[in-house]
């Protein structure tokens, strides 16, 4: 067995970065998707596995933010030790002139307390041992760096993590244009995720926007792995990223393809502005899923069909004006949806206190900087 194939083969410990409130919906569904040693944990998600394992968490996680692998932890009391742990580790693997790097770090009840400060001497620790090696030193790249590394200090002990994703996994690559207020695709997958869909039963977004429930609903319920319309992830840009690698990769890709099972619940998309609506199919046809479009106001939203879900993102009067009577609006259409449940993810106050009647749970999320509540309702 040759060094590549023992680091193929090593286990490792990842990190599934996540947004505050979706840790458990994020849990879930790696467990789901068979990753091992998932442990439920605030601000992100632990498992283990090969690299195989962290490079399929990026093209398979729809609720994850970042896929981060970590490569050492040491004693960090001071800046020199920092400075000797990272210099200690072979960055070659990764890292050579002629990539591009990016390091952050978080510091918490250390002597090292200034997160500015940790990033720059562990830079600087990566570029030395580069330029030692090789006589060049690779480029900072704060943007789009090839390698980028991240440094948690907590009672002065250092973890130093790789990032897999490169972009954040919520650019999927599908949402080519977007409405005003975008929702994230990760933040749509986990309420999705949240509300206990079945993926199977009837779902309608009675305010799309650019369609991104609508979509991730589409593409959850026919299997489509998020990560296929990405070009690349950033482990595809490492310096030990050879043409064995790219195989492996494609022959994944390859397998998660033939794994979408085609079919798709039926998902209604609707809206009162057309030009928005044209958004969310152009949208659609980039990810490959068709759910059905049509132009209406939420308060005509039909009481009548199937028994569903409906899931929507409502405006709360911060990014998009609001009326102030919609909340009882809203109110009196969901209550006339006997048998449903409703999931909104509310910025105001408002929904709780305007609808009739109290919901089965709530989850407290963060939508961007905004603190929102996820209110989930069985309507009887």
Known sequence: MTSTDTAETEILE?????????????CDELRELGFASVRLNRGGIPFRGTWHDGRRACLQSRIAQRIQVLVNRFPAPTQEALYA?????????????RQTLAVSAVCHG?????SGFAALKVKDAIVDQVRERTQRRPDVDREDADVRVFVHLANDKAAVYLDLSGEPLHRRGYR?????APLRETLAAAILRLSQWDRQSPLIDPMCGSGTLAIEAAMWSANIAPGLLRERFGFERWADFDDTHADS?????????????GQCARITASDCDEEVLELARTNA???????AFKCRSVLDTPPSGDIGTLITNPPYGVRLDKDPLFSRQLGSVITRL???RAGLLAGSPDYRRDIACKPRFSVPLKNGDLDCEFLVYDIE
């Open 14 to 26: 990842f990190h599934a970065a996540t947004i505050p409130g979706t840790e458990k919906a994020l």
């Open 85 to 97: 742990g990272i210099r200690q580790f072979d960055w070659s693997r990764f890292v050579s002139y």
């Open 110 to 114: 250390s002597a090292i307390n200034h």
């Open 176 to 180: 080519k244009t977007a409405g005003e």
């Open 249 to 261: 990769m494609r022959a994944l890709r390859g397998r998660l393809r033939s794994d979408a099972s």
């Open 285 to 291: 046809r980039a990810a490959g899923v068709k759910p």
């Open 338 to 340: 006997h048998g449903w």
